[in-house]
């Protein structure tokens, strides 16, 4: 697996997390949601994600993206 679709596949894996626990545990659990799509437009702009960059220490191949 490529770094970009780790990233992609950890980004989809935290925004179904964030909507399951908003929808059992407590509706405040939106903000995580928020969190995760204000990092995800960030790194779109600017390129740095903390995601790639710990998924790029754990050794996998870069992609075209990061």
Same mark, same amino acid.
């Given at each position: 697996?490529?770094?970009?679709?780790?990233?992609?596949?950890?980004?989809?894996?935290?925004?179904?997390?964030?909507?399951?626990?908003?929808?059992?545990?407590?509706?405040?659990?939106?903000? #995580? &949601?928020? @969190?995760?799509? +204000?990092? /995800?437009?960030?790194?779109? #702009? &600017?390129? @740095?994600?903390? +995601?790639? /960059?710990?998924?790029?220490?754990?050794?996998?191949?870069?992609?075209?993206?990061?």
């Amino acid at each position: 697996m490529s770094l970009d679709r780790a990233v992609l596949a950890f980004a989809g894996v935290m925004v179904l997390l964030s909507v399951l626990l908003t929808a059992f545990v407590h509706p405040y659990f939106v903000w #995580f &949601t928020v @969190f995760i799509g +204000a990092n /995800m437009l960030q790194s779109a #702009f &600017t390129g @740095f994600c903390p +995601a790639a /960059m710990i998924f790029k220490k754990l050794g996998l191949r870069p992609g075209c993206a990061f």
